[in-house]
C-alpha cells in the first residue's frame, strides 16, 4: 500500500459520543491534539454516531494540506433517515436517532456509502475504504462489495481499499480472495490474545496485504496500568480467567518499568506487517497520553521476559519493528 500511515492512527468513533457524550468543542479540540502530536492517519466510518463522526473529524481536519494527512472510512452500512426518536441505542452512541443503519453490500451501495462519506466530512477523496464489519455476510462481500471497492480504487476514487473486522478468520478469508491493500484487524492482534496469527497474518503476507491494529487496548481492559473487575473485555465484564491474564501481564511490565498499556499499544507495532496502531481518543488529555505511552521505549527485556512466561507467542518476542 502506498500510503504513509503515522504510527499512532487516530480513532473517530469516540468523538462521536460512544457510550457517553462528547460536545463539538472537546471534539475539535480532540483531533487538534492528536494533529500536534503528530498523529496523520484518521480514521471514522458512517457507523459511528450515525454519521456525527465523520462530520466531526471532517470539521476538525478542514484547512489543513489534504496532502499531508490520511484519512479512512467505511462502507456496508448506508444511512437511512429514521423517526428521530431517542440516542442511539443500537449503535451505543449518545447522539439522536435521526438516522437507522440498512445493510447494502451491493455495488451501488458502495458506491453511494463512499458519496454520503465524503459529503459529511466535506472532501474531494478519502484515502482508505473499508468494508466495514462484513464477518456474517462473508458470501456478498466477496461477489459484490469487493469487486466494488476494487473498482473504485481502479478508478482512482480512493488510494486503497481492504476490511475491517474483529473476525481474523473472515479478513484472512477475504485477503485471500484477492485485491485487499489492508486490513484493519480489531482485538485480535493485541499484547493479550493473537489470534490474527493463525491464518491472518500469513495470509496477508502471501497477498502482500498490510495491517492495521485496531481495538488494541482489548476495549478497555488493557488502557490501564492496574486492570480491576471494573475493566472492560469485548464491550462487557472481562471474565475472571481474562482479567487474571491481564494483571500478568501488568505484574511483568511493572517489573521491567513499563505500564500496561504502554507495551500494549507498543506491541502490535513490533509486527512488519503492522503499519499502524488505530486507538479511540475522546479527548486532549487522553491524545497526549497515548503519545506520550507510545513514545516511551520499553526495555527489550519486558518481551522477552512476556515469551519466557508464555504470555506471548515466543515467535514474537523477537519480532522486528514495523519501519
Known amino acids: 500500500m502506498a500510503l504513509t500511515l503515522s504510527r499512532l492512527g487516530f480513532g473517530a ?22 494533529w500536534e502530536a503528530g498523529v496523520r492517519y484518521f480514521d471514522t466510518a458512517p457507523h459511528y ?8 473529524l471532517g470539521a476538525a481536519l478542514a484547512g489543513r494540506d489534504r496532502d499531508a494527512y490520511v484519512v479512512s472510512t467505511k462502507a456496508g452500512r448506508l444511512l437511512v433517515p429514521g ?23 451491493s455495488r ?3 458506491r453511494r456509502s463512499l458519496d454520503d462519506s465524503l459529503a ?27 469487486p466494488a471497492l476494487a473498482e473504485l480504487r481502479d478508478e482512482g476514487a480512493v ?5 475491517g473486522s474483529k473476525d481474523a478468520a473472515a479478513l484472512a478469508r477475504l485477503v485471500r480472495g484477492g485485491g485487499l491493500d489492508v486490513v484493519m484487524v480489531a482485538g485480535r492482534y493485541t499484547l493479550l490474545e493473537q489470534p490474527a496469527l493463525d491464518e491472518l497474518f500469513p495470509a496477508c503476507a502471501a497477498a502482500g496485504t498490510d495491517v492495521v491494529a485496531a481495538g488494541v487496548y482489548n476495549s478497555g481492559l488493557l488502557a490501564a496500568p492496574e486492570p ?8 462487557a465484564a472481562a471474565p475472571p480467567d481474562v482479567l487474571a491474564r491481564a494483571r500478568d501481564l501488568a505484574t511483568v511490565c511493572a517489573e521491567h518499568g513499563a505500564v500496561l498499556p504502554q507495551a500494549a499499544l507498543q506491541f502490535p507495532l513490533r509486527h512488519p506487517l503492522v503499519r499502524s496502531a488505530v486507538v479511540g481518543m475522546r479527548s486532549p488529555a487522553e491524545v497526549r497520553q497515548n503519545a506520550a505511552w507510545l513514545g516511551a521505549p520499553v526495555a527489550p ?9 508464555g504470555l506471548i507467542p515466543a515467535d514474537e518476542a523477537g519480532a522486528a519493528a514495523a519501519p
Open 83 to 105: 423517526d428521530g426518536g431517542g440516542d442511539d441505542d443500537e449503535g451505543r452512541f449518545a447522539v439522536p436517532a435521526t438516522h437507522r443503519r440498512v445493510w447494502d453490500l
Open 108 to 110: 451501488d451501495g458502495i
Open 49 to 56: 454516531g450515525l454519521g456525527v463522526s465523520e462530520r466531526r
Open 301 to 309: 527485556e519486558l518481551w522477552a521476559a512476556l515469551e519466557g512466561r
Open 13 to 34: 468513533a469516540p468523538i462521536a459520543g460512544l457510550y457517553t457524550a462528547v460536545d463539538p468543542d472537546t471534539a475539535a479540540a480532540t483531533v487538534d491534539a492528536a
Open 159 to 163: 488510494r486503497a481499499v481492504g476490511a
Open 228 to 235: 480491576d473487575p471494573a475493566s472492560t473485555y469485548e464491550y
Open 120 to 146: 459529511r466530512l466535506g472532501l474531494d477523496r478519502v484515502d482508505v475504504l473499508y468494508l466495514h464489519d462484513p464477518e456474517d455476510r462473508l458470501d456478498q462481500a466477496l461477489a459484490t462489495a469487493l
